[in-house]
C-alpha cells in the first residue's frame, strides 16, 4: 500500500477529497489534513510525520496554492526533505492551473495536467505514475539488496585474511621493538660497566707502582674505543626499536580503518557505492611501503669505524 500525502490550497478542499477518495479506492493509503489529523494532536507536527512517511508527496497545483501559505510550505519541506534524504519518494504535481506552475518550485518535477471536470481520467493517471514509481524503486531495492549481498560475499574471505595479517605483523612489529629496547639498554649497561670495570683495573695499575705512558695512552684509547662502539649499537638498536613501533602503530591504523570499513559496508551494505568502497578502505592497503625500507643505516656513527682505524695504527706504532 502506498503512502500518498496530498498538499493544497483550503479553496481546493473539495478536489482534494474527491481525488483522495478515488485514490483510496485503489488500494492507496492518502493522508488529507482535513480527514486524517487526529482529534486534540498537534495539527503542525502531525503533518510534518506524514510528510516524512509519505512515499508520494502529490501537489495540487490550482489558481489558488500559490497564495496559500501552508501548500508552499509544505512544498518546500518535501522537496528539502527529498534532496537530503536516502529515501525514494515521488513528488508529484498534479496541476489544474498551467499559469501557477511556470513560477512554482515544482517546475523541475515531471508533472501531470488535467482539469476538474475530468477527475476520474486524471485519477487514473495519478494511479499509473504511482505505480510506474513504485515499480522503479521496488527494482531499486532489490539491485541494491543484491549488490549488498555480492559484496558481503567477495569482501568477507578477504578482509578476513587482511585482518589476520595485519594483526600478525602488529603483534611481530611490537615483538621486535621491545627486543630492540632491550637490547638498546642492555649495551648501555655493558658501556657503563665497561668504564667502571677500566677505571678499577687502571686505579689498581696506578697504585702498583710505574705504568708506561705510552700503553697506558693505548688502553685509554681502546677504552674509548669499545665505549664508543657500545653508545653506537645502543643507538642503532634504539633506532630499530623506534621503526619496529612505529610499523605496529600503523598497521594497527589500518586494523582501525578496516574495521570502520566493516561496520559501514554493515550498516549501509546496500546503498554504498564502488567509489565510496574505495574512500572507506583506501588507508588499509598493505602493499605501502615499510618504515623499515626508510632505515638510515648511515646514522650508526662511522667515527666508530675511523676511531678502530687509528687505534689499530696507534697499536701498530707502539710495537715498533
Not at 3 to 23: M, P, V, W
Not at 305 to 313: T, Y
Request: proline fraction near 0%; avoid cysteine.
Amino acid at each position: 500500500m502506498t503512502h500518498i500525502f496530498i498538499s493544497y490550497a483550503r479553496e481546493d478542499g473539495s478536489t482534494a477529497q474527491r481525488i483522495a477518495e478515488e485514490l483510496r479506492q485503489k488500494n492507496h493509503y492518502v493522508f488529507l489534513d482535513s480527514q486524517s489529523i487526529r482529534i486534540g494532536a498537534h495539527w503542525q507536527e502531525d503533518i510534518k510525520r506524514h510528510l516524512v512517511d509519505a512515499d508520494v508527496f502529490l501537489a495540487l497545483v490550482t489558481t489558488h496554492s500559490d497564495k496559500s501559505y501552508y501548500f508552499n510550505v509544505e512544498v518546500t519541506s518535501a522537496i528539502s526533505y527529498v534532496a537530503h534524504s536516502n529515501r525514494d519518494k515521488l513528488i508529484l504535481p498534479v496541476v489544474l492551473d498551467h499559469a501557477s506552475f511556470g513560477d512554482s518550485d515544482l517546475g523541475t518535477f515531471q508533472a501531470l495536467f488535467g482539469r476538474v471536470e475530468d477527475i476520474d481520467l486524471l485519477v487514473d493517471e495519478i494511479d499509473s505514475a504511482i505505480n510506474r514509481f513504485e515499480g522503479y524503486r521496488l527494482a531499486q531495492q532489490e539491485s541494491k539488496a543484491l549488490q549488498g549481498k555480492v559484496l558481503e560475499e567477495k569482501s568477507e574471505d578477504y578482509i578476513r585474511e587482511t585482518i589476520e595479517d595485519l594483526t600478525t605483523r602488529e603483534r611481530h612489529g611490537r615483538r621486535l621493538a621491545s627486543r630492540w629496547h632491550l637490547a638498546g639498554y642492555a649495551a648501555l649497561v655493558s658501556s657503563v660497566a665497561f668504564v667502571l670495570a677500566v677505571w678499577f683495573v687502571a686505579g689498581r695499575s696506578i697504585g702498583n707502582g710505574y705504568v708506561e705512558t705510552n700503553r697506558l695512552l693505548f688502553d685509554a684509547v681502546k677504552g674509548i674505543a669499545v665505549v664508543a662502539l657500545l653508545l653506537g649499537l645502543a643507538r642503532y638498536a634504539f633506532l630499530l626499536a623506534k621503526t619496529h613501533q612505529l610499523e605496529a602503530l600503523k598497521n594497527a591504523d589500518r586494523l582501525h580503518a578496516i574495521s570502520f570499513g566493516k561496520f559501514y559496508m554493515r550498516v549501509f551494505g546496500e546503498e554504498v557505492s564502488r567509489t565510496e568502497v574505495k574512500e572507506v578502505f583506501q588507508h588499509w592497503n598493505t602493499a605501502g611501503s615499510s618504515d623499515l625500507s626508510h632505515l638510515d643505516v648511515d646514522k650508526v656513527d662511522s667515527r666508530i669505524l675511523e676511531m678502530f682505524a687509528k687505534v689499530a695504527s696507534f697499536e701498530g706504532k707502539a710495537k715498533h
